[in-house]
């Protein structure tokens, strides 16, 4: 009986990792950053923003992505910072304010 656990144990294992069952890759800082940019590039002329450069810091929920921006909207050009996280595990990214929930939105 001991034999046959065993047994069922490495056949579970054995297929779990050739079927790709087994965790997703953790998320790279150049992946975080990769998403997030494109979430930049793919908003900014809806929103009427321009970017600076992009900031990337290690949490523990994964990466912290911002960067500074100029929103040309009404009146005249005024800053500010658009953070999101970019899950670990997931590769989401997850504004962290309302601003950038917006821009992830692509702006009313």
């Known amino acids: 009986m001991k034999k046959l656990r065993l047994v069922a144990f490495f056949v579970f294992t054995t297929l779990m990792f ?4 087994a965790a997703r890759p ?8 990769s998403i997030v940019r494109s979430i930049l590039q793919r908003n900014a002329n809806a929103c009427r923003f321009s970017h600076g450069p992009i ?3 290690r ?6 992505i911002s960067t500074k921006l100029t929103l040309n909207g009404r009146g005249k050009p005024y800053a500010a910072t658009a953070v999101w996280t970019v ?3 997931g590769g ?3 504004p962290a304010n309302q601003l950038t929930s917006e821009i992830s939105n692509g702006c009313p």
């Open 18 to 21: 050739t079927t790709g069952l």
């Open 26 to 33: 953790k998320t790279t800082r150049a992946e975080a950053v």
């Open 55 to 57: 900031t990337v810091a």
């Open 59 to 64: 949490v523990k929920a994964g990466w912290r």
């Open 87 to 89: 899950g670990e595990n």
């Open 92 to 94: 989401d990214a997850v």
